[in-house]
Each structure stands twice: as structure tokens, then as C-alpha cells.
């Protein structure tokens, strides 16, 4: 198992219930249940004479656990950045163009991540870039239909984004400013937007005056909006802000064949300032997977 028995009542009934009526001889799990209400399921699986032993041995297990592990500790989703890059690690050319560095089967893959996740998180700037979508479309595989949201602090989506035009269809969130949700100024833009079906977020505003506060704006979307996985696809300004305040737990990067060798040509990440090695952010590589030139590579910073 990878969590301990549950010993309380929840939407189903202790599973200590269960294996004490099944008469199982031996019980093996990777992490206790920090949880108050349902914990101690070990204990009283022993005092029924049921041997019981944590093991942390799985890296799978106990990888499987993570995100539960870190809903209970801090309120947060699981973030999951996502980028597509070239080998020398840059995922534009210095006019823009993205599409595509990576091949078929990674945007395959990319989709079927889509359809796992709870939200979809992107910023102002990749709408008005490359005016997404970010649905799961490439998969037939059963999904989930993701909350896409934007972090907009000024409220500068247009009223033709592909993402307003479908909000009816798939549920989009606008994170904006907190006073905007209130400002004369902003009311016609607010209510057009609303008629569309998107839902307005307030958020608030760093204390530099730069953006919204992201940690503000993944406690809202747990607590408010029920998300407990959120996938990042977004450029690299917010990209850099998530890494620099340790919001990234998994990034899942796309590696193709291809080198620009242009000192312009956009990278993953920007707007941190590191002026030693020490100052950047440690991942581990957890997995590799050859994509028919491309390469998969999953990592996870806890």
C-alpha cells in the first residue's frame, strides 16, 4: 500500500475495517497518515495481531504520495511546470516562434498530462503570444476537463482570446488584481468577460507592485477551486517567478534535436538574478524517455 490503513470515516469507511473483516495476515506501507482523523491505522491493526511494517524502500510509492503530502502540509496544489526546449535550452527563437520545437509524440504526451491535471495555469503573456487553447485534444484517453487559468494581473485578456471564446466549454479562471474586481474603470471589461462564461479571480498584488502574488493564487485555486494537481505552461517570465518563490514541484521537459546557437533566442526562464551556481535551483531527474528524437525528462525539486 502506499499510504497507512485509514482508521476514520470519510466518503468511504475505515479500510482498517476492511482488513480486519478480510483476516489479512501482513500489511506493508510506505508512509504513515499524517492526517488526525484518520491516522493510527497501523497501531490498530497490530493490537488485532495483524503485522504491520512501514517501508519506504518505493521511490514509486512514496512519489505517488507527494502531492497528497504536500496538499496536508502547506494548502497548495502539486505544480507540474512543462516546457519544450532546444538543446541549448531555448524555447523560442528571438522572434517568438515556438511552434514546434518538439515532435508529435511529445505534444501527444503533453495533452495526455493535460487531461491528469486539475488546472492549467498560463500567463497574460502566452495569450497574447500564441493565443492558446490548452485543452486535451491529441488523447482519447478519459480526462478531466481542467480549469484553464490566467494570470492577468491588469486584466488585459482580449475579449477574442480562443480561451474567453470557449470559457462555455471548458472553465477559465482570470487571475487579476484584487482592486480591479471593483474598479470603475475595469467594470465593461469585467462584465463582457462574464457574459463569455470566464470567471474572475482577485488576487493579491505583490508588495513590488510586479504581478500578483502566486502563492495567494494557488491557495485560492486549493481552497476555492478544489485543485490538487496544476500543470504550468507558460513563458518564461512566469516560469522564473514560480521557480524563484519554490513553487515548482515537477517540471516535465521536452529536449528536441535542435541546436540555435542565438544569444537572443528566448530561454525557459527569466527574471531571477543568479550570480553563482549555488543561487540556481537543484532538481533531480527522476525519469528519461526517448520520444523518436525527442527526450523526456522528468524532474522533481522535493
Known sequence: MTLEPCNGHGKQPPCVDALLEAKIARVVYARPDPTPAKGGGATRLRSNGIECVECRDSRLANSLLDPFMKRLETGLPWVIAKWAQTIDGRVATRSGESKWISGDRSRLR????????????????????????LTARLTHAPRRNAIRVVADTDLDIPLTANLVRTARESPTIVACAAELLSAAITADKRAALELQGVRLLGVPTNTNGRGIDLIALLGALRADCGVSTLMLESGPSLLGAMLEHDLIDEAVVYVAPLLLGDEFARAAATGRVADSLSAGKRLRLSRVKPLDGDVELTYRTR
Open 110 to 133: 503533453v495533452h495526455r498530462l493535460r487531461g491528469r491535471v486539475d488546472a492549467i495555469l498560463t500567463g497574460i503573456g502566452t495569450v497574447l503570444a500564441d493565443d492558446p487553447l
